[in-house]
């Protein structure tokens, strides 16, 4: 079936540092990746939709220049957290589109800033 | 609109009886109702979903049962084991567009 791999599992940094968060569709090509992020007890909030080879589109009430998502070729999409801070500290998850009704989903990055 | 309301918010079933989790919708363009299982630190996988054409969809232990004059789908675990414990959610999408979550269901089985 189709995967999505997602690195890092986990990460800390330090607050005012970027992070990058690599999401690559193993055996499909992932026209459509969708980044979610998670609280803890709470269900998955959608941060942003990107399609191959253009600009991401954020939900409102996401900021586009503190969460940089690229998604250049059909199987990779990252996102890169600019600037951290504790608040941004969460679980992120990235999801692929696979044909038509299909998602898949990452294994999600725990972010720690501290 | 977009809300995929889901109840409860938690359960606690015994091991072998049936665990049941509901979920409501208001967007009448939804035509796709997935569920996902969710273990801590671990993203969703999908569980088993259903299009509106038909009312049920069983899948193993695992049945959807879907009422489109309601707007209503409901998630049926038979047999329910301590392995299924986990935090499970309804989504919705009008086509393959995004998915609308629900709030999530902790499940839990004891012995």
């Known amino acids: 079936g189709a995967v999505v791999s997602q690195h890092p599992s986990w990460v800390i940094c330090k607050s005012g540092t970027s992070v990058k968060i690599e999401c690559r569709s193993l055996?499909?090509?992932?026209?459509?990746m969708f980044w979610y992020r998670q609280f803890p007890k709470q269900s998955l909030m959608l941060m942003a939709t990107?399609?191959?080879?253009?600009?991401?589109?954020?939900e409102q009430g996401v900021e586009k220049d503190k969460f940089l998502i690229n998604h250049a070729s059909l199987t990779l999409s990252t996102l890169t957290v600019t600037s951290a801070h504790p608040e941004d500290s969460s679980f992120y998850i990235c999801?692929?589109?696979?044909?038509?009704?299909?998602?898949?989903f990452g294994s999600g990055t725990r972010l720690t800033v501290v | 609109q977009q809300q995929v309301k889901q109840s409860p918010q938690s359960l606690i079933v015994q091991k072998g009886g049936i665990s049941i989790i509901n979920c409501a919708y208001e967007?009448?363009?939804?035509?796709?109702f997935p569920w996902y299982q969710q273990f801590p630190g671990k993203g969703p996988a999908l569980l088993i979903a259903?299009?509106?054409?038909?009312s049920e969809k069983k899948e193993g232990r695992f049945t959807i049962s879907f009422n489109k004059s309601a707007k209503q789908f409901s998630l049926h675990i038979m047999d329910s084991q301590p392995g299924d414990s986990a935090t499970y959610f309804c989504?919705?999408?009008?086509?393959?567009?995004?998915?609308?979550f629900g709030t999530g269901t902790r499940l839990t089985i004891i012995p």
């Open positions: 999801s692929a589109s696979v044909g038509w009704y299909g998602y898949t």
């Open positions: 055996d499909f090509q992932a026209t459509t």
């Open positions: 990107s399609n191959e080879g253009s600009k991401a589109t954020y």
């Open positions: 967007n009448t363009a939804f035509d796709y």
């Open positions: 259903i299009r509106p054409d038909v």
């Open positions: 989504a919705a999408t009008p086509g393959n567009e995004k998915l609308t």
